[in-house]
């Protein structure tokens, strides 16, 4: 499975991006998705997860209420709607896959990872 993130950018406090990740490859859209995210010379952090047959979500705490995360009509696209960002959103943003029963908040039980995409707020 390969995937793509795009949609990073630059943008002000209290301002919206838009992230968007495609999946290609056999059985991609079988996989739950989640968005993580790193900061330099810190650990890697969930965001968002999005189970591929319920559609169920979980969020991390800080976004909660700001960014969702959605699947695409044709469903090997993963969004996460980022909106009223904050400077401590600031980081790289990765998109992943996850072969596993349920959906996880946990970086190591991802199968496949994108190349992370640049979100900075500026303040």
């Known amino acids: 499975v390969q995937l793509q993130a795009s949609g990073g950018g630059l943008v002000q406090a209290g301002g919206s991006l838009r992230l968007s990740c495609v999946a290609s490859?056999?059985?991609?859209?079988?996989?739950?998705m989640g968005w993580f995210r790193q900061v330099l010379g810190k650990e890697r952090e969930f965001v968002a997860t999005i189970a591929w047959n319920s559609g169920d979500t979980l969020y991390a705490d800080s976004v909660e209420g700001r960014f969702t995360i959605s699947r695409a009509n044709i469903r090997n696209t993963v969004n996460l709607q980022m909106d009223n960002l904050r400077p401590e959103d600031t980081a790289v943003y990765y998109c992943a896959a996850d072969w596993g029963l349920v959906p996880s908040t946990r970086p190591d039980e991802y199968d496949y990872w994108g190349r992370g995409t640049q979100v900075t707020v500026s303040s």
């Open positions: 490859g056999r059985s991609s859209t079988m996989y739950h």
